[in-house]
């Protein structure tokens, strides 16, 4: 009887450890209401994948941050085009993706003393590069605004990268596929 109990125990204690695949405390979206309802059901689970309204992953935008006050967030979006290591690559995109948990909460602490933060984005392509430069639409943003923009480079580090800003776009020159806090200086 003993040993059924232990068997018991260690197969409760196996099958009962929680596999995380998100970060712990990052909500997850869920965006199944009608004005989600495009009539694919494959956009509609690939946006859902992106944690990404519709509208995010149909428009490769991002609008919504964790931990952000919605009204407070510059809207970004991308599409194609980017200069890669000098050469025009006009068919090539970046996926901007949702920012980390704790990359909203490090941008938060970057942006102390500098300004307010307007929003945190990640940025992916799977194209191989030194340096990349991509502009986002930025709706609202107008050209002289004090933004800078800093690439997260470890856990600790950001670094202030090459930036412009124009009427509805700002223009960064990147180094790597990574977490970008974009500060309005103050």
Known sequence: MKKVIAFTLAGAMVFSVPVMAKEVGAPVAVYLDEASDIGDTEETVLAI???????????????DIWDMLGDEVQDLAIGQGAVLDGVAAPGLTFDLVKPDLKRVY?????AQGKGS?????????????????????APGVKAGQAITVYQRVTDEEWVAVPTVVTDEHITVDITDNNHLAFIEAK
């Open 49 to 63: 994948n992106e944690d990404k309204t519709i509208s995010e992953h149909m428009n490769n935008a991002v609008v």
């Open 117 to 137: 933060l307007l929003t945190v984005v990640n940025v992916h392509t799977h194209a191989g590069y030194g340096t990349a430069q991509i502009t986002f639409y």
């Open 106 to 110: 490090a941008a938060k602490e970057l």
